[in-house]
């Protein structure tokens, strides 16, 4: 691993618990391998493009990460319903991340939407630009899972490979389609490509009790959480 920049952020309002402060550690990295990655992810790291972060917050450790029991894994009634509205009317096309024109455009009105009824904020800088060092700009292996209905891209899903599993970094969708749950989907396909390369965990980045966005990752079972300073240990079995 080379490490360009190391920082830590200014305290500032947490994005997933309200009452709570947040600060993150980041590493910008120049070169990481899939190995020093797992390591990495082992003590709580996440990363977007070559920016690598992890909180560190004074008064909060509820950010744990959150990994799923590929061989274990069983689907519950929503989850097997979700499945059975997609999976034969839409395509999946697993490749390498590209950035273009309908991939910018699905992107672009995904956040507008987000800003509509969650009041995210819009993104501030170059559209390509900022896709690019993302999504596209990966310095270990990593995937899109690219989903079309009738010819029409509807979603993207972002995942990294690591040695012992896939690491789903992100995934956004066609607002117009958002009744299809494309979100439960897109990790039910991870899932499932994950089994057929006989890999052990797909990893879903943080789960934060008392966030109502991130509560559907406990419902990918039997799980595993990581908590500080003691490792990995069986969290929602059943």
Known sequence: MRILHHFVSETEACSYLPDQAMRTECLLVGSLTAREYQALMNQRWRRF??????????????????????ERFRP???????WRANVESITLTIAEPRCDAARLDLHDRYHRFQAAFKGWPLPRHDPQTAYEAMFVDNPLRTWE???????????????DEVPDGLSAIYFFYDPEHRRRSLGT?????????????K???????YYVPGCRSLAYKA????N???????????????
């Open 224 to 238: 595993q959480i990581l908590e500080p300073d003691l490792g990995w240990r069986e969290f929602r079995t059943t």
């Open 219 to 222: 419902d990918f079972r039997p």
């Open 49 to 70: 493009g070559r920016l690598l972060f992890r909180p560190v917050c004074e008064a909060c450790r509820e950010c744990r990460p959150l990994r799923v029991d590929v």
């Open 199 to 205: 890999m052990p965990y797909v990893y879903l980045g």
């Open 185 to 197: 989907y897109n990790v039910l396909s991870i899932i499932a490509e994950a089994a057929r390369r």
């Open 145 to 159: 899972y690219a989903y079309s209905l009738e010819g029409k891209l509807i979603g993207i899903g972002y995942v």
């Open 76 to 82: 519950n009634r929503s989850q097997r319903r979700a």
